[in-house]
């Protein structure tokens, strides 16, 4: 078996982010099954957004079978940013058998990181026909969290698309709770809007996010 390189694993915990981001960048070039430890390990305490993003590409440049079992185990870290950056992984890989771990306490999860990746990775991977019942999950959240949580709410009930999250806003939409009563209405222009990614679009949902908080 050919040996690890220990200079780029020495090199990954360097106290420069651009040294870490470089040696992420070298491992993912030429993947090595025997650093998918060292490199799930980092994700977990590494400081900078940029380097982490590096982290996960290395990761989804080896085989779906190695590292998924791994990012697997990651989902039942005390370390918030371990299980957030292993679901964020998981929805990049694509790799349909994770599904079943996208459970519901990290879809509700108390951190707003976690949750947020958990989101996203649930509407990448969530089988066929099961998508009301994620759309029901994500809605009983609506309200929760600053503008930027909940965009990110919005964007993944967009996602699943309306014919299946349309009955969920609706119903929403007629609670009495004002918050979620303003992120429902925002997530449905979202919907409806055909430039739903856009900046004006993004624009407008804080706006009326921000009218519900008032």
Same mark, same amino acid.
């Given at each position: 078996m050919k040996p690890l390189n220990t200079h780029l694993i020495a090199a990954l915990a360097a106290g420069d982010a $651009?040294?870490?981001?470089?040696?992420?960048?070298?491992?993912? $070039?030429?993947? !090595?099954?025997?650093? +998918? /430890?060292? =490199?799930? #390990? %980092?994700?977990a305490i590494e400081p900078d957004f940029y380097v982490r993003d590096m982290l996960t590409w290395a990761l989804t440049r080896l085989p779906s079978e190695i590292t998924v079992p791994r990012l697997l185990a990651e989902l039942r870290s005390e370390r918030a940013q371990a299980r957030?950056?292993?679901l964020h992984t998981?929805?990049?890989?694509? /790799?349909? $058998?994770?599904?079943?771990?996208?459970t %519901?306490?990290?879809?509700?999860?108390?951190?707003? !990181?976690?949750?947020? $990746?958990?989101?996203? #990775?649930? +509407? +990448?991977?969530?089988?066929?026909?099961? !998508?009301? /019942?994620?759309? !029901?999950?994500?809605?009983?959240? =609506?309200?929760r969290g600053d503008r930027e949580v909940q965009l990110s709410l919005s964007r993944a009930l967009v996602a699943l698309g309306e014919e299946v999250v349309?009955?969920?806003?609706?119903? #929403?939409?007629?609670?009495?709770?004002p918050g979620v009563h303003a992120h429902a209405s925002a997530t449905e222009r979202l919907l409806r809007n055909p430039d739903a990614g856009s900046e004006n679009a993004v624009n407008e949902a804080k706006r009326i996010?921000?009218?519900?908080?008032e």
């Open positions: $651009s040294t870490r981001l470089k040696a992420a960048l070298a491992i993912g $070039s030429n993947p !090595e099954p025997g650093l +998918v /430890d060292t =490199l799930i #390990a %980092r994700c957030s950056q292993a998981l929805s990049k890989i694509k /790799d349909s $058998s994770a599904w079943p771990a996208i %519901r306490s990290l879809l509700c999860d108390p951190d707003d !990181e976690v949750a947020r $990746s958990a989101w996203r #990775a649930a +509407v +990448v991977l969530v089988p066929d026909g099961q !998508e009301k /019942d994620l759309a !029901e999950e994500l809605a009983a959240q =609506l309200g349309g009955p969920a806003l609706r119903k #929403a939409m007629a609670c009495g709770d996010f921000a009218l519900g908080k």
